[in-house]
C-alpha cells in the first residue's frame, strides 16, 4: 500500500517544469505539483498524501513522546533515574536517525524543510 501512496495520484495538480509558480514539491512523494488557486501554502499534491503524511507524524509523536519526556526530565541521565535517562536519550537519538532515513529513502520532505516551511507561511501560529 505505500507504493502506492509515494506516487503522485492521477487526479494531483501536475507542475509544468518552464512556469517558476510551480515549483512546490509534495511533502510526502517530492513530486513538483501546481498548488491549488489561492493556495500559496499548500504542502500536498493530494489528500491521500496528507492525511499519510499527518497519520505518520502521529504515530511517530505517540511513539516519541514519552521516550523524549523521560530524556527531559532525567536531564538525559544526569538526574533522578540516570540509566532510564541516558537510555530514553540514546532511543531518541535512534528513533529520529531512522526516521531521517526513512523519509530521505521516500523521497519526502526533511523536517527543518517542512518547519521552514510551516513557519513562513503562519502555519505553526498556535
Not at 505539483?33 to 501554502?41: D, W
Not at 497519520?55 to 533515574?81: C, E, H, Q, S, W
Request: with cysteine.
Amino acid at each position: 500500500m505505500s507504493a502506492v501512496l509515494h506516487a503522485a495520484p492521477e487526479n494531483a495538480r501536475q507542475a509544468d517544469p518552464a512556469d517558476p509558480r510551480h515549483r512546490t514539491r509534495c511533502a510526502e512523494c517530492g513530486v513538483p505539483f501546481a498548488p491549488a488557486p489561492g493556495q500559496a501554502a499548500q504542502l500536498f499534491c493530494s489528500t491521500p498524501h496528507r492525511i499519510a503524511f499527518h497519520n505518520r507524524m502521529a504515530k511517530r509523536g505517540k511513539a516519541y513522546l514519552p521516550v523524549a519526556m523521560a530524556a527531559r526530565i532525567t536531564r538525559d541521565g544526569f538526574r533522578r533515574d540516570k540509566a532510564t535517562g541516558a537510555r530514553a536519550r540514546l532511543e531518541c537519538q535512534r528513533m529520529i536517525q531512522n526516521w531521517i532515513e526513512e523519509d530521505r529513502a521516500a523521497n519526502r520532505m526533511a523536517p527543518d524543510a517542512y518547519m521552514a516551511f510551516c513557519y513562513r507561511h503562519g502555519l505553526r501560529e498556535r
